[in-house]
């Protein structure tokens, strides 16, 4: 009987959702970055809504569709940003601004559409990022998306560090073997993190009220996991990666938040659909997401787990 081919990561198409001013600078850079290192295509693209008036008619302006001249103002400003702040940047061979495509539509559905014809979509800063949410578009593809989604908001560097936070779950094992597959691609260190934490309280069944765990068991159940940990590690087909696996006590968010410095990518999973943001993501991958400024990678694990 043979075994299941390992998965892979193919990085050959990838695809930056272009913002108005400086939101997607970032994601265009850091997508122009990997595409050098894996000779990909990239391709810029930035959705405007019609301008609708009362009733759900497209108004019109001198014999001409507003909406259309909005988009072609929109265009006109991108190109113009682009050319600017993008001098010297060249994708496979063109200036960024003559690579940028503007369409009509719903901004959510056309990406969507198009994510599904990539390997990689990157996106840049949200002005809701903060908040409770993210911007719609954002938010619709974190949710819908079944493409791999990269979330940079500041300065990339050339990937050469990877962190993969896992939870000991097949699925975590899933994504640490896709992470594996990009590392070999552009010739990366990876880290594999776990953390432990600790039950805060034990509830027997004729107890009125939980009791604090005992020191001893909180001991033997980290000393267990750990175990769990360094086994499953020691067995894992790394192909050739270079690696280290940290076992950690801490909440996983804060300690991802607090080594991010270390690294150039987090590789986080996240699974099914759902409305609300927090349990497709997981509640890890949310605070990361927020509050992360090293670049974030979320990949769809369906049915399994989200950190």
């Known amino acids: 009987m043979t075994s299941a081919p390992l998965p892979s990561f193919p990085v050959s198409k990838l695809l930056v959702c272009a913002a108005e001013g400086a939101a997607s600078d970032h994601a265009l850079r850091a997508a122009a970055r990997l ?61 960024p601004a003559d690579k940028l495509e503007v369409v009509l539509g719903s901004p959510a559905q056309v990406v969507l559409e198009r994510a599904k014809n990539y390997d990689l979509v990157f996106l840049g800063a949200s002005g809701h990022r903060k908040q409770l949410d993210f911007g719609g578009v954002a938010r619709a593809l974190f949710a819908r998306c079944d493409t791999p989604l990269w979330l940079q908001v500041d300065a990339p560097a050339k990937l050469e560090r990877i962190l993969v936070p896992v939870d000991l779950s097949p699925k975590s094992f899933e994504l640490l073997h896709r992470a594996v597959a990009l590392a070999r691609l552009v010739g990366a260190q990876l880290t594999a993190l776990h953390c432990f934490v600790a039950p805060d309280i034990f ?3 004729d107890a009125a009220a939980p009791i604090p765990s005992p020191t001893y068991t909180i001991d033997s159940l980290r000393a267990a996991e750990r175990r769990e940990f360094e086994v499953a ?22 300690r991802i938040l607090a080594m991010q410095d270390r690294f150039d990518l987090i590789v986080l999973g996240t699974h099914g659909h759902s409305a609300l943001l927090a349990a497709v993501l997981g509640s890890v991958a949310w605070r990361v997401l927020r509050m992360a400024h090293t670049g974030v990678l979320l990949v769809r694990t369906p049915g399994g787990y989200a950190l």
């Open 203 to 205: 509830a027997g069944a």
């Open 35 to 95: 595409a050098e290192q894996c000779g990909a295509r990239v391709d810029l693209l930035h959705v405007v809504e019609p301008i609708l008036v009362p009733g759900g008619h497209f108004p019109s302006l001198g014999g001409g569709d507003l909406s259309q001249r909005n988009a072609e103002n929109v265009k006109a400003r991108l190109r113009a940003h682009l050319a600017l702040e993008h001098e010297s940047l060249r994708l496979e061979g063109q200036r």
């Open 233 to 254: 590690l020691a067995a894992f087909d790394w192909r050739g990666v270079a690696h280290e696996a940290l076992f950690g006590d801490d909440d996983p968010a804060r």
